[in-house]
């Protein structure tokens, strides 16, 4: 958007400047009005905008054509010249740093055993998106433990799932967000989240009514192919910060793992949007890295969205027919064999009106969402050799860049008649626009050598 705003008020500027020298040379009544238009389409030509224009877009081709064998995709073309300025990079942690693989490390029950404690958890998390949800139900559902059903659900970004079961409501999730609704919770639950957080680790709290019943610690590692990018980013001179919903202590843990001093923590997209906009308050030119769908609001925020498939979302493998099954889930998803039985409302219409108008919250989000540029499988690896060809092709840019100013600053007074006052004469439109053809296939040529 800026590299067109710039554009547009450079053809403003030409066309003005064109318009003054004609108008000048007419009221002085030294030309006629059709020698005062020629001055003018001279003027124009030579101070048009069209060969730092053709520049940029040779350049973005030149990437373009190099990245031709990668899988990367560009659905902005000036997003490739734009990169070159780029000097802060954002990235999310999960998914985008980490392998995908997302388990269960530790069972921390308080009044009720683990299987209890997994059991509460993966009832209410059963229709939650998030991954973390899916490794809790999965295993509950794996280790054949009895889940009840939930008459209602919440999910709320970044802070975790709110259910009815058996008219008491159960939540999973952040410790914030539980203190945040009166839930209590023992100093010793509290100290060994602390432990799990500092060790790489993610607590999520259990609560059942007003009371903490236990935490549930799950583990997604950081990829080691993503520690090598994150190092040669670094190397090239780049700003590295880290956006991420984790707690304070995990993502402090990960920003020591990679090497990463910026890192904020706790945030949803919207937070993540302001991050970027802070930065960019600053004079930062910011290309944000993350799932395209949720991570839309930061990648929106940002110079460059550069999209990165997650890990985090991996073709589904087909079920073996012995595999363990949820009879609740498979009746959510195929409905009840038996519809005409009648049976008690699981909540009140209040208590549904209220989850109903929660669940709006999160539909703000085009599915079509398309980033400047997609990286390939590799993810950051590949955002890597993106750069050293962007980087590349930087000279070539700078080449151009040069060769266009020294014609305007060569051509623009030409065609203006200032050379009149040397003896000199008004350089014909014609002469300017052959020489401007000349130009722009010089353009060319330097930008597709090799």
Known sequence: MKKYTSSFFHFIASVMLAAGVAGYWYIAGVISIETASEVFLGVFLAASPLPFIVSRWLIAMRIKRQLRSSGLICSRIGALTDLLHVDTIAFNRNGTLTEGNVFISALVPEGMTQGSLLALAASAEREASHPYAHALYDTAVQ????????????????????????????RVGKKEWLQEENIEISAALLTRADQLATSGQTPLFVSSSKYARGIIAVRDDVRAEAKKALLALKERGLSLILLTGETKRLANATGKELRISEVRSDLTGTDKA?????????????AMIGAPIADQAALRAADISIGCPSSLEKQPAHEEEDA????????????????????EPLMSPEDAAYFEEQTRRN?????NYAPDITLDESGLPSLVTLWDTCNAARIRAKQ?????????????????GVLTSLGGAVLPYPFVGGALVVLLLLLIVNAIRE
């Open 143 to 170: 280790r054949g433990l009895h889940l009840q059903r939930h008459s209602a659900a919440r999910e709320t970004e970044s802070f975790g799932v709110e259910a009815l079961i058996a008219r008491t409501p159960v």
């Open 274 to 286: 302001r991050e970027i906009r802070l930065l960019q308050s600053r004079g930062a030119i910011v």
């Open 324 to 343: 363990p099954r949820d009879p609740l889930h498979e009746e959510l998803l195929h409905g009840s064999a038996a519809p005409d039985e009648e049976r």
């Open 363 to 367: 539909q703000g989000r085009a599915a």
């Open 400 to 416: 151009n860049r040069l060769l266009s100013i020294l014609f305007l600053l060569a051509f623009v007074p030409a065609a203006a």
